[in-house]
């Protein structure tokens, strides 16, 4: 199984794009799904995760009120839709996902690129 990330671009400041994640082959039900990202020089972090029970979300400080993740069950697929974007949002974001057991994500994407220009 694996996990497949797309919808990056670049974009300028203060415009949106939203990713998705598709997860062909999960039973999606089971899965946690969070979204990262890591910039050139600086470490992952986690920006948002949506929980497989209730729906339930968590984001970073520095995307709230901006990002807004959200799962299709019956398209298997998770979007994060980014709005407001600055040029530090600039990485590249994967998603991943945690379950049936929830714990460490064990399943990652590869990757897509956000650029956002100023």
């Known amino acids: 199984v694996q996990l497949q990330a797309s919808g990056g671009g670049l974009v300028q400041s203060g415009g949106s794009l939203r990713l998705s994640c598709a997860a062909p082959?999960?039973?999606?039900?089971?899965?946690?799904f969070g979204w990262f990202r890591q910039a050139p020089g600086n470490e992952r972090e986690g920006v948002s995760c949506i929980n497989r029970r209730d729906g339930s979300a968590y984001y970073t400080d520095s995307v709230k009120g901006r990002f807004t993740i959200s799962r299709d069950n019956a398209k298997l697929t998770v979007y994060l839709q980014m709005n407001s974007l600055k040029p530090e949002d600039t990485a590249v974001y994967y998603c991943?996902?945690?379950?049936?057991?929830?714990?460490?994500?064990?399943?990652w994407g590869q990757g897509t690129l956000v650029t956002v220009s100023s």
């Open positions: 991943a996902a945690t379950g049936p057991i929830v714990g460490p994500y064990d399943y």
């Open positions: 082959g999960f039973n999606f039900d089971d899965y946690t």
